[in-house]
């Protein structure tokens, strides 16, 4: 083979390997636009239940409760908050000994195995933290709801996603 032969056959490689990355790369600008649309019309048929508010819970604990969801293939329930007032809400974030009792209205069960959100820094008004509690034996189901006693206030009537 002498050195033309071998010119021609580097670029014929060249333009084949360059073909090949375009195909797959349009392969996978396809695909995860199928894959986007799919996840938004697989939930845009979900409307999230109503979370009630109280003024009372907001005023004393520093936080609005967002979203009670089962997680964890139902092993685990996600509380989502976000905070009002980070003084108010550290203090009882900050609180090991005493930490939110979740209470299932259809079970009576009570809940007060939780791991909290540290993120290393001051919690930040506006922001989202979470809250994970472990749910014994799948006890809560999708469409309970629970009572959340925070800072000596309770919300009550959290429907569960």
Known sequence: MNSSDA??????????????????????VVGGGVGVAGIVNADSGHKRPHVPQDA??????????????????????????IVLD??????????????????NERTNERFDRVAAMRDGHDLRPGQTYYLIYLNKDGNVHRGDKIDLNIAGTSLTGVPVE
Request: overall charge positive; charged content about 25%.
């Open 7 to 28: 010119q021609s056959a580097r670029d014929g490689f060249t333009r084949r390997r360059k073909v090949g990355l375009s195909l797959l790369a349009a392969a996978l």
């Open 56 to 81: 009372q819970v907001e005023g004393k604990a520093g936080i609005r409760v967002t979203r009670v969801s089962l997680a964890g293939d139902g092993g685990l329930l996600d509380v989502r908050y």
């Open 86 to 103: 980070p003084s108010l809400a550290t203090k009882w974030t900050g609180n090991t000994d005493k930490p939110p009792v979740m209470h």
